[in-house]
């Protein structure tokens, strides 16, 4: 691809650009036209902008689960042929911790930056998010009547509501949305239980396990 000089691009790269332009020509000539274009241009670019924060956390999470299953096997081989050298049972305890401190490093990284197990579960949790602020945003953009935050009528008002729709793709955003999911679950679960507590007890002495 390429872009208006010629020069190589990248599809992302073609997006900001269009993302930008669609800004200057809202803040040049601010109507309602150009600002749905600032906003369509805004949600693309987000998105893609997010999926390549996903796509580059997989890929690079793989390499680090992959790095720290060799820094155990690793580790499990040191310690084994130390032991076979007879070697001091300190030289075994400081090489285990250091190895240790290896692992704990991975972990840390991956809480720090939400890389965990739930990766899909994440990625899944933002884009059902978005797609909700995206019905919201269009609707405000495209009313006939009403006034902020009802209605989109300033480029500005669609500033802040990108601003809104990307949050929910950073760090701090999806801390939110998964706290959010764990909370829904765990009161759905206290919901249930005491449905489940009464038909437990509602039950026939004949009905329950025989001791």
């Known amino acids: 691809m390429k872009d208006k000089n010629g020069s190589d691009t990248t599809y992302l790269a073609e997006k900001a650009q269009a ?10 000539g601010e109507n309602l ?15 893609l902008l997010c999926k390549d924060y996903f796509d580059k956390l997989t890929l690079t999470k793989a390499h680090r689960d992959f790095a720290k299953s060799e820094t155990n096997l690793t580790a499990g081989l040191a310690s084994a042929l130390l032991g076979l050298a007879k070697a001091s049972s300190a030289s075994v ?8 401190f290896s692992e704990a490093s991975f972990d840390s990284y991956n809480e720090a930056f939400i890389v965990s197990p739930e990766l899909s579960n994440i990625e ?45 793709c950073t760090t701090n955003g999806m801390k939110i949305l998964l706290n959010a999911s764990i909370q829904k679950k ?26």
């Open 19 to 28: 993302f930008v332009d669609t800004y200057k020509a809202a803040r040049d």
């Open 33 to 47: 036209i150009t600002i749905k274009k600032y906003v369509g241009a805004g949600v693309t670019y987000s998105q």
């Open 93 to 100: 305890a400081a090489t285990g911790a250091l190895f240790s």
């Open 124 to 168: 899944r949790l933002v884009k059902e998010k978005q797609k909700e602020e995206e019905v919201i945003i269009y609707k405000k953009v495209n009313a006939t009547s009403g006034s902020w935050p009802d209605r989109l009528e300033t480029l500005d008002q669609a500033e802040r509501a990108l601003g809104d729709y990307i949050f929910h």
């Open 186 to 211: 765990t009161e759905e679960i206290e919901k249930n239980t005491p449905v489940i507590q009464q038909n437990t007890q509602n039950l026939a002495p004949s009905a329950l396990p025989q001791k």
